[in-house]
C-alpha cells in the first residue's frame, strides 16, 4: 500500500516547527484556549494544519477558510476536513467563493467565534460589514501588513468593534520570516519557474521592505546585479546604504532581467512598464495579493499567452514580438509556483499568532476595541525556543506562562 504522501508531509512538517512543539508541551494541562470557538483565515498549507493542530490541542475548537483564490493546497484541506474540521476553500476558486468561505466560516456557531486568528483582515472585515451583526469575539490577531493596512482603512470608516492584536509586528516575522523565509522561497520559486541562473543577471527588486531587502541580498549573494525601485525616500537610502543601485521603475523596467514585486500596493508594473520591458523579461510578484503586477493590462496587449517550458510560469508575447514571462499568474509566486515557506520558518510566525491568543486572551475583555501590540513575552518565548531547538546555548529557556527563566 502506498504511503499517503499528504499525511507524511503533515509529519515532516510537525517535526520541523519546534517553537509549536513547545508550546503545545508547555500548555498541555492548562488548555488556555479550552471552551474557544476559533476561526482561522489563512494559506491552508500543511503548516497551517500544524497551527490548526496546536489550537485544537491547547482546547480551541476551530473552523478555517483559505485567505486565497491561489494557494490552497487541496490535499491538506481534504486531509483537515477527514479529521472533522470546517475548512473552506479551494485552488483556483473564485473571489466570490473565496468570500463565501470567510461568511461560512464566521456562521459556523451561531453565536459567532469568540477569537479570530486572521490573514488579509478578510474575517474582522466581513465582521464590520457583511456580517456586522453576529456577535463581536473577544480577541483577534492579524498577522500580514496588508491585513493591518485594511484594517487601518477599516478603523478610519468605522469603529473596531473588538481588540484586534498586530501579531504581523513580532520578532518572528520581522528578523525570520520576511527577510531569510519568504526571500529565500521566493528566489526559489522563480528560479525553478524561469530556469533562469541568477548570476550575472539584472535582477529589479521594487520594495526594500523586510521581504524585498532579503530578496534583494540573497540575489546579490547568488551573483545577479540587482537594481532597486523603491517609493519611499527613508527605504530607497538605506537601500542605497546598503549598496545597491537604485532607480524608478521607468529605468529599471528596460534592464530588468527579472523583476520581483514586494510593496503590498497595486499596479506597480502597470501598462507603461509592459512596453519597455526586454524579451525574455521574467515577472514574478512576491506581496500577498495579486495586485501589484496589473494583469488585465499585459493580458489587453498580449497576442498570445500559453504555458512556459517550466511548470508554474507561462510565455506572454507582445507588440513587437518580444517574450515575457509570468511567474504563477501573477498571484504570489513562492505559493503559487513553489511550496512556499519552509516549515520551520511558519513556525515563529504561527507561534507569535498562537501565544498572542494564549497570553491576551484573560485580559482582553477590559481592553478597548481597536489595534493592540503583541505581548513583549512573544517574542522572548519564540526567540529563546527557536535558540535552543538550534543549539544555540541560553542561560534559561522559556517557561509555560509564556516569558523566560534566566540562569543565575
Known sequence: MTPDPTAARLTQATEQMSVLARIREDHQVSRPL?????????HLTVETAVQVQTLTALGAEVACCASSTSTTDDRVAALMRDKGLRVSGTRGMSEAELRDGVEAVLRHWPDGPTLVL???????????TTLARVPPPVLATEKTPDGLLELDRLARRTPLRFPVVKSD???GKHVI????GTAQSLLEAIMAASGRMLAGKVFVVAGYGRV?????????????RVVVTEVRPT?????ALDGFEVLPMDEAARIGDLICTVTGSSDVLRERHFGLLKNGAVLANGGHLPHEIDIPALDRLALERAPAAHPGSEVLTL?????VYLIGGGNIANLTAGRGNASEVMDVTFASQVLALCLSLKEAAGWPPGLHDLPPECDEYVAAALARAMGIPLGGGPDPDGGERHAG
Not at 118 to 128: F, K, R, S
Not at 177 to 180: C, K, Q, Y
Open 212 to 224: 524585498g531587502s532579503g530578496v534583494a541580498a540573497k540575489a546579490r549573494g547568488l551573483g545577479a
Open 177 to 180: 520570516d520576511n527577510p531569510h
Open 169 to 171: 509586528e513580532s520578532f
Open 319 to 323: 507588440p513587437g514580438g518580444r517574450r
Open 34 to 42: 479550552a471552551g474557544q470557538r476559533l476561526a482561522l483565515c489563512g
Open 235 to 239: 527605504r530607497a537610502l538605506i537601500a
Open 118 to 128: 486572521d490573514e488579509g483582515a478578510l474575517l474582522i472585515d466581513a465582521l464590520h
